[in-house]
């Protein structure tokens, strides 16, 4: 593992196996003649001309704060929740056929729901994309409160640890790695959603503009929505992660890795 | 007796939902122009039941929601641990993987239809693309939060990788892969709707649709919640099969502590 | 021969399913399967697999996917704006107690539209800088069609500007109706048209003439029997049957009103929509022709 020349080879081959499938589609692209699959060549330069830096402001940016805000209140929702459904029984019997019904109906379905409560503006958009996004996180969050080791719960309540001292001390850090798995996979839904809400009732945003590509057949163009709505999927991925490490920082050498 | 109570307890919560639901549209906090009172909606519900037209619509989405998370579980399971138990594999795919994971399966519908037509490939395409990332990362971090104790004493017991991976990391994986199917069943099943909705395959969102472009509002309401009733009813198939699996883990021991 | 047909679940379409109950498709050896989908923007792609070899597509769409290369062919009339004004079947409306009267009163007013950069929303411009509204002032927001009227009376917009059945919801709502717009701007233009590609023209030259032959047949027939389309109606839209018989009935005739193509068009560039204007005869089929 602390071979050097091993780590530069890994590093390596994080670079060339994305850069040969980028290599592979820019030769089948630009001889596949196909209206709907251009050339990878002409998105890159539409890619250019369409995001840098035009329409950031414009797009990018509200999109950001709906999936930001969106994503944050499912968090700041389904971990308090989680972790009293986890714990309780009685709340979880009451609360699951709710919870499953809800999370069961398609966010398009919702929309006019949504519509008729919230309106046709941000807080709608929100609305949509926290409702979806909290699912992942109790879900986890539920799973792993209810996964804490016995003897753990056990030992804390001979030590009188009690409250939110309990939780603070024994439940939560026990559960966190869920719950961090919950939120990752919460991160990539937000973003989806993102694209969802923003297909109905915008004028402005990411989502809005692939919509608007399609309906108008700029196709280079929907495809530069959809690079950058990977490249921004990565790059918040990698943010998180790096959080993830850091809070998980205890944990990791805690646990072993299939990988080692 | 203990079984009544918590049979009772489970529908407490509907009951309290429901009552909540109708009194918003009769006291019209809700207009009931949009939002017609639950109790009338669940007539509209009772009148689809006898129709034959409303069984196949079911039965469509069904399949698409079964086919979709077949596919997703055949390919995300395998590609999870392959990834997963390799560090020169996993960093080989790592930047593919969080490229494509946040892509929205909802932008690539132009793309799936061009490709897979208007019918149940399209449908069964975008269910598993969508279903497929949730169950992968699940596995994925499953492998990656192993009890380093148990794979020590593995070690010592002189098991072979291959032993090592099916007789420790694989069972330990388990609860992170039944979280995931859980996750990644909702998820082809809200994707299965969607396509329905959007591309006008046969199934429940073709329905849907079909019912708000018309007006009638209580069958769209009506329809919506056959959705969330479906979701609701697979997830309680899937927390069934999970607890009989999963006897021996934790999390499944504090549900039956808990009944007691 | 079975033809997929790409179709939106409204009344506009109604003369292919009359059609197909009268038998006229029967008559030329086609059987018709309708696929029905949520918005015109995925019946085009669809029609180009060749997954659907006949779409269902407003003019204004046809007119951006013909600029933009595609290979289109409008084959036959789908539905006209009404000849007169009380037939009219697109309207802007506004809250029954809103203080707007007229369409000046509209500047600077939210306007809801189901799909910006398209038909609704350059008609509503072209009709209101008819009646000398500054058009630069409007706000436009999307809003569904079914959604339209909900949004009107909780006032996220002043203004919204929709089809049927939403017009007759709502003016049962207790909105009120400021103008009709496509109507003001040209009577008996041509909203939407069926569609198939040159490709499949080339091949299939003559399925495509017995389905126009059978096409206008059907739409002659709904012209001439309203209360047969409204009977129909209910086959296969979900319109409430106490709708149903309030609903205005969109125009349907053979004739495709190419000039009012050609006034989208140029309207159409106007509102920045295309760059180029297409060439609406290369757009248009014509059997036996070029």
Redesign the interface.
């Known amino acids: 593992?602390r071979n050097p020349l091993r780590r530069v080879l890994?590093?390596l081959?994080?670079?060339?196996?994305?850069a040969a499938?980028v290599a592979a589609w820019w030769v089948w692209s630009a001889n596949a003649d196909s209206?709907?699959f251009p050339p990878l060549a002409e998105i890159l330069r539409t890619f250019a001309d369409t995001w840098v830096f035009e329409r950031v402001g414009n797009d990018v940016v509200p999109s950001l704060v709906r999936l930001g805000a969106g994503f944050a209140i499912a968090v700041a929702v389904s971990i308090p929740l989680g972790t009293v459904l986890g714990l309780s029984?009685?709340v979880r019997?009451?609360?699951?056929?709710?919870i499953?019904?809800?999370?069961?109906?398609?966010?398009?379905?919702?929309?006019?729901?949504a519509?008729?409560?919230l309106?046709?503006?941000d807080t709608m958009k929100i609305f949509i994309i926290a409702v979806v996004c909290l699912?992942?996180v109790l879900?986890?969050t539920i799973?792993g409160v209810?996964?804490?080791?016995?003897t753990m719960l056990e030992t804390a309540r001979v030590y009188r640890v009690r409250g939110l001292e309990r939780l603070r001390r024994v439940v939560w850090p026990a559960a966190l790695?869920?719950i961090f798995?919950g939120m990752?996979?919460s991160l990539?839904l937000a973003?989806?959603l993102m694209?969802?809400s923003e297909?109905?009732?915008?004028?402005r945003g990411i989502?809005y503009f692939?919509?608007?590509s399609?309906?108008?057949?700029?196709i280079p163009e929907?495809w530069t929505?959809?690079l950058l709505?990977?490249?921004?999927?990565?790059l918040?991925?990698?943010g998180f992660a790096l959080v993830e490490r850091r809070v998980l920082r205890w944990h990791r050498g805690?646990?072993?890795?299939?990988?080692q | 007796m203990t079984r009544t109570l918590?049979w009772a307890?489970?529908?407490?919560?509907?009951v309290v939902?429901l009552a909540l639901a109708e009194l918003a549209s009769r006291t019209e906090v809700?207009?009931s122009r949009?939002?017609p009172p639950i109790s009338q909606t669940f007539l509209t519900l009772v009148g689809q039941l006898g129709r034959g037209s409303f069984w196949a619509a079911v039965g469509h989405t069904l399949e698409g929601w079964a086919l979709g998370l077949g596919f997703a579980a055949l390919l995300a399971i395998p590609v999870g641990v392959a990834i997963?138990?390799?560090?020169?594999r996993?960093?080989?795919?790592?930047?593919?993987i969080?490229?494509?994971?946040?892509?929205?399966?909802?932008?690539?519908i132009?793309?799936a239809i061009?490709i897979y037509g208007v019918g149940l490939e399209s449908k069964v395409f975008l269910a598993t693309f969508?279903a497929f990332?949730?169950l992968m990362?699940?596995t994925l971090?499953g492998?990656?939060?192993?009890?380093?104790v148990?794979?020590d004493t593995a070690r010592v017991f002189g098991l072979r990788r291959s032993e090592r991976?099916t007789k420790v990391?694989l069972p330990s994986?388990v609860?992170?892969v039944a979280?995931g199917l859980?996750?990644s069943s909702?998820v082809a099943?809200?994707?299965a709707?969607?396509a329905e909705?959007?591309i006008g395959s046969a199934g429940l969102?073709r329905e849907?649709n079909a019912a708000?472009a018309g007006g009638a509002t209580e069958l769209?309401?009506a329809l919506?919640i056959v959705?969330?009733?479906?979701?609701?009813g697979?997830?309680?198939l899937f927390t069934r099969a999970e607890r009989r699996v999963l006897r021996w883990?934790?999390?499944q021991?504090?549900?039956e502590?808990?009944?007691l | 021969m079975t033809l997929n047909v790409g179709v939106i679940p409204i009344v506009d379409v109604a003369p292919l399913y009359l059609g197909m109950k009268k038998g006229f498709f029967k008559e030329e050896n086609l059987t018709i399967k309708p696929q029905t989908f949520a918005g015109g923007?995925e019946i085009?792609?669809a029609v180009?697999s060749g997954d659907l070899q006949i779409g269902f597509s407003n003019t204004t769409?046809m007119l951006?996917?013909a600029s933009?290369?595609?290979p289109v062919q409008i084959i036959a009339q789908g539905v006209q704006e009404g000849a007169t004004e009380s037939e009219a079947w697109t309207r802007i409306y506004v809250r029954g107690d809103s203080d707007i009267r007229s369409p000046k009163d509209l500047e600077g007013k939210t306007i809801?539209i189901n799909?910006?950069?398209?038909i609704n929303d350059v008609m509503t411009k072209a009709a209101l800088e008819k009646h000398g509204v500054d058009v630069s002032t409007l706000k436009?927001?999307?809003?569904?069609f079914?959604?339209a009227v909900?949004?009107l009376q909780?006032g996220?917009?002043d203004a919204v500007a929709v089809v049927e059945p939403f017009g007759t919801l709502a003016e049962e709502s207790g909105a009120r109706d400021i103008i009709p717009s496509i109507y003001t701007v040209e009577p008996s233009l041509t909203v939407a048209t069926y569609f198939t590609t040159e490709q499949y023209i080339a091949q299939n030259e003559d399925v495509v003439e017995r389905f126009v032959r059978a096409m206008n047949k059907s739409l002659e027939y709904a012209a001439n029997n309203p209360d047969e389309v409204r009977d129909t109606l209910g086959s296969y839209t979900e319109i409430p049957d106490e709708l149903i018989d309030k609903v205005l009935l969109g125009q349907w005739s053979t004739d495709l009103n190419q000039p009012s193509i050609e006034l989208m068009g140029q309207l159409s560039k106007k509102y920045g929509?295309i760059e180029e204007e297409p060439n609406v005869d290369e757009l248009i089929w014509t059997p036996g022709g070029s």
């Not at chain 1, 805690?254 to 990988?259: D, F, G, H, T, Y």
């Open positions: 593992m890994l590093i081959l994080e670079v060339a196996v994305p499938v209206f709907y029984t009685v019997r009451v609360s699951e056929p709710i499953e019904f809800v999370r069961a109906i398609p966010p398009p379905a919702l929309l006019p729901f519509i008729l409560v309106g046709v503006g699912w992942p879900l986890n799973d209810r996964g804490v080791d016995h790695p869920q798995a990752r996979t990539s973003l989806i694209v969802i297909m109905v009732a915008s004028t989502g692939v919509l608007q399609q309906r108008s057949f700029d929907m929505g959809i709505l990977g490249l921004l999927g990565y918040l991925n990698a805690a646990r072993a890795s299939a990988l | 918590g307890q489970t529908w407490a919560g509907v939902v809700l207009p949009y939002f997963g138990t390799s560090r020169l996993y960093r080989a795919c790592r930047v593919l969080e490229f494509l994971r946040p892509i929205p399966s909802v932008a690539l132009p793309l061009l969508a990332w949730p990362i699940q971090y492998m990656q939060d192993i009890d380093p148990a794979v991976l990391v994986a609860p992170y979280t859980r996750i909702t099943l809200i994707l709707v969607t909705l959007v969102g849907i708000r769209m309401y919506t959705t969330g009733l479906i979701g609701w697979l997830n309680g883990h934790p999390s021991r504090t549900v502590g808990g009944a | 923007a085009l792609p180009q769409s951006i996917a933009k290369g595609l809801g799909t910006l950069q398209n436009f927001a999307e809003v569904p079914p959604e909900q949004t909780q996220d917009v929509l």
